[in-house]
């Protein structure tokens, strides 16, 4: 089973950067596929972007243009660059992966255990 370690969270204000980082641990990470996942309070934790084993990615409408999903399969890690942070982008972030399939129908039911994610704020 593959262990997963998310880390980059902070509090920035609105319009600043942030970029997070999803290690595997146990497992390599050309193996799989990649989403990222948010889970603001009070809220169900919903997809933000995936990237396939080819890179194709995929977005939800809320972070297009201004989030970026990437992988290093050297590194065994993943990255989320997030510019223009809005206040609505605050939630604790999960990163997950996935063995098969495609990253079109990714959610985050599709998984049954997570990571300990990182918590992004984003001050008005």
């Known amino acids: 089973q593959v262990q997963l370690v998310e880390s980059g969270g902070g509090l920035v204000q609105t319009g600043g950067s942030l970029r997070l980082s999803c290690a595997t641990v146990?497992?390599?990470?050309?193996?799989?596929?990649i989403g990222w996942f948010r889970e603001a309070p009070g809220t169900d934790r919903e997809f933000v972007a995936a990237i396939s084993w080819s890179g194709s990615t995929l977005y939800t409408d809320s972070v297009k243009g201004r989030f970026a999903i990437s992988r290093d399969d050297a590194k065994n890690t993943a990255y989320l660059q997030m510019n223009s942070l809005k206040p609505e982008d605050t939630a604790v972030y999960y990163c997950?992966?996935?063995?098969?399939?495609?990253?079109?129908?990714?959610?985050?039911?599709?998984?049954?255990?997570w990571g300990q994610g990182t918590q992004v704020t984003v001050a008005s």
């Open positions: 146990g497992r390599t990470l050309s193996d799989f596929a």
């Open positions: 997950n992966v996935m063995g098969g399939g495609s990253i079109a129908t990714m959610k985050a039911s599709d998984f049954g255990s």
